[in-house]
């Protein structure tokens, strides 16, 4: 074989190899439902995603979503390569887009809250019938959707439902008097300023589920989901690791599976759900 065509073959050698490095390196899309706003997010989430690439090396990119309507779209549409979401959502994706669980706080369970003023005087949630209350979405599983079925199955009042985007918008929106009440959960509700948390009470607290998990998308293969959930479990091992994953909050994070799901599935929530 001449020189010129060796160096033609070796340099057709060293493209393929590119070319199959370059298909290896993926790029992996992270939703987060969105509790808190775009920013506190970003804060929480982005050092999460930027050592998730470091350590399994894949890139995982960290895209927010405008509302949890928005988010429930893109993760109904499988845009998601891995979704910090609801358990209900969880379930969801799994039945329709065929999503698995990987990792969720093992350490606590999620219950949903109903807080009003604490100068309002309502104490019961019977008291609430015919009045306004404001949920994030109605999805949110712990702050709209149990409480919903819960008015309805348990309590057998109507309220007026308002739909105010996100967790501390519900807290404003009692604290400043324009619903009588509205759904939130512990974690988010700990996590509001103190004067927030001063101005209102909890009158109602939930049934417990698990608590949200990490899900991937079925189209990352198995040895790349395995990276993702190692690691994670690696991050609570470490003081560093501890810290970031307790601004989630996921206070003792483990695996997460299917079984998680089938809890839910005892709720009998489907009337309650509503398609984005």
């Known amino acids: 074989m001449s020189l010129i065509k ?61 509302d949890i309507p928005d988010f429930e779209k893109k993760l109904a549409a499988g845009h998601y390569d891995l979704a910090y979401a609801n358990p209900y959502h ?3 994706a799994h039945r329709e887009n065929g999503y698995l669980p990987v990792v ?14 604490k100068d309002s005087g309502i104490r019961s949630i019977k008291e609430l019938n015919g009045r306004k209350v404001a ?21 057998s009042i109507e309220i007026e439902p308002r739909y105010v985007k996100s967790h501390s918008s519900v807290y404003l929106n ?28 909890i009158i109602h607290t939930t049934v417990a589920v698990p608590p949200h998990p990490v899900i991937a998308h079925p189209r990352l293969n198995a040895e790349v989901r395995q990276k ?19 601004k989630i909050p996921m206070k003792k994070n483990g695996t997460a599976g299917l079984g998680d799901l ?3 599935e005892t709720l009998s929530l489907e009337n309650y759900f509503v398609r984005s």
């Open 6 to 66: 060796r160096l033609g073959t070796i340099s057709c050698l060293f493209a393929l190899a590119i070319s199959g490095n370059t298909a290896k390196s993926e790029t992996l899309i992270l939703g987060v439902v969105p509790q808190f706003d775009a920013r506190k997010i970003q804060q929480i989430w982005a050092p999460i995603a930027e050592s998730l690439s470091q350590e399994s090396g894949v890139l995982v990119t960290l895209q927010n979503a405008k």
């Open 174 to 201: 009692v604290m400043s008097g324009f619903v009588a009440a509205g759904g939130g959960v512990k974690k988010t509700f700990e996590a509001q300023p103190e004067s927030v948390r001063n101005a209102l009470t």
């Open 104 to 117: 969720r706080d093992i350490g606590r369970s999620l219950s949903g809250i109903i807080v009003v003023r």
């Open 228 to 246: 993702i959930q190692s690691h994670l479990l690696e991050l609570g091992k470490t003081p560093a690791g501890q810290n970031m994953l307790s």
């Open 135 to 155: 949920f994030p979405a109605p999805n949110a599983l712990g702050a709209a959707l149990i409480p919903r079925a819960e008015f309805d199955r348990t309590f």
């Open 90 to 92: 969880a379930l969801v």
């Open 262 to 264: 089938k809890t839910l």
